[in-house]
């Protein structure tokens, strides 16, 4: 799902805003939204739920493209490396926010693949 500033702001400050009932993060992973991401997660006086979601998002976002397989080309897998080096030193730097999730926030198959990478047990 792209977004726009206002309607994460829409989002961010409004507690029943909602993009999906469950699982906001998997919907809302995708690269496109990173700079939007980090900037709301940085600098917003978002909910501290909604700064959750967002950091889960890129935590879904990390896990997702971080298993190379046989489904993608090699193109799509060069794709996928390029978007893990992009997150990569950005979670880095916002692993304690990370750690500070949340139990229920992320799977621990995310957390099995994330964690090790960004410095994390």
């Known amino acids: 799902m792209l977004l726009n500033k206002n309607l994460l702001d829409e989002w961010g400050y409004d507690p029943k ?3 999906d009932q469950q699982d906001e993060e ?3 992973a995708e690269i496109e939204n990173l700079e939007l991401f980090l900037d709301a997660i940085d600098n917003s006086n978002y909910l501290q739920t ?14 997702d493209n971080s298993i190379e397989d046989i ?3 090699v193109d799509e897998n ?18 304690k926010l990370i750690k500070a999730l949340p139990e229920w926030q992320l799977g621990e198959y995310v957390k099995a693949i994330v964690y ?5 047990k």
């Open 17 to 19: 805003k909602k993009f």
């Open 26 to 28: 998997i919907i809302l």
């Open 50 to 63: 909604k700064k959750d979601t967002l950091l889960g998002a890129l935590c879904v976002l990390y896990y």
């Open 71 to 73: 489904v993608h080309t």
């Open 78 to 95: 060069t794709e996928r490396k390029a978007i893990l080096n992009t997150l990569l030193p950005e979670l880095v730097k916002r692993n």
């Open 116 to 120: 090790p990478s960004i410095g994390l």
